[in-house]
């Protein structure tokens, strides 16, 4: 089974020249944008990928603007508008030391250095200075935990576990 991976959002076009604007959802923009880059286009509510290459990339406010080959006017480039942008696992490199893909942390258990399980990863925040993990707790209640090394001590992205110290209070 081949998997592919989230990159951004066609969130409009830009210009009447077939640009688009990507609300992007990867921290390596300019290798997932750069030109020549294979990206795979799913359509709103369609199974079907679409591969396309990439023109040219710029940036311009919060938004990446790509330009696609055989997407030359703001007609083509409507037709793609609300679509995901994605990656074949394949383009994905390798990562430094204690740095992870999304994928690989998301579905995560999360459990304390005591054995107390705490929940599941849903979802990852990046406000700024380091990542923040949402833990999906029993009771339905979030448990929100910085991805820093006093608290996360340990990741194992194969049997999907991740155990931490969790200082005082960040549980309550």
């Given at each position: 089974m081949e998997n592919y991976y989230n990159v951004g959002k066609i969130v409009n076009t830009h210009g009447t020249r077939g640009e688009v604007r990507v609300l992007s959802r990867t921290d390596f923009p300019e290798e997932r944008y750069k030109k020549g880059s294979i990206l795979y286009v799913q359509k709103e509510n369609q199974k079907d990928l679409l591969e396309v290459k990439v023109e040219s990339h710029r940036t311009h406010k919060q938004f990446d603007l790509l330009t696609l080959e055989n997407v030359a006017s703001m007609?083509?480039?409507?037709a793609l508008k609300n679509s995901i942008l994605k990656v074949h696992e394949s383009s994905l490199g390798e990562l430094a030391e204690n740095e992870y893909y999304f994928h690989e942390i998301i579905g995560c258990t999360v459990s304390t250095v005591d054995g107390e399980e705490i929940g599941n990863i849903s979802e990852i925040l990046t406000p700024g200075a380091n990542d923040v993990w949402v833990v999906k707790?029993?009771?339905g209640k979030e448990a929100y935990i910085?991805?820093?090394e006093q608290v996360v001590l340990k990741v194992n992205v194969e049997d999907k576990v991740v155990i931490i110290d969790p200082m005082e209070g960040l549980l309550d």
């Amino acid at each position: 089974m081949e998997n592919y991976y989230n990159v951004g959002k066609i969130v409009n076009t830009h210009g009447t020249r077939g640009e688009v604007r990507v609300l992007s959802r990867t921290d390596f923009p300019e290798e997932r944008y750069k030109k020549g880059s294979i990206l795979y286009v799913q359509k709103e509510n369609q199974k079907d990928l679409l591969e396309v290459k990439v023109e040219s990339h710029r940036t311009h406010k919060q938004f990446d603007l790509l330009t696609l080959e055989n997407v030359a006017s703001m007609t083509e480039a409507e037709a793609l508008k609300n679509s995901i942008l994605k990656v074949h696992e394949s383009s994905l490199g390798e990562l430094a030391e204690n740095e992870y893909y999304f994928h690989e942390i998301i579905g995560c258990t999360v459990s304390t250095v005591d054995g107390e399980e705490i929940g599941n990863i849903s979802e990852i925040l990046t406000p700024g200075a380091n990542d923040v993990w949402v833990v999906k707790r029993k009771g339905g209640k979030e448990a929100y935990i910085p991805y820093i090394e006093q608290v996360v001590l340990k990741v194992n992205v194969e049997d999907k576990v991740v155990i931490i110290d969790p200082m005082e209070g960040l549980l309550d």
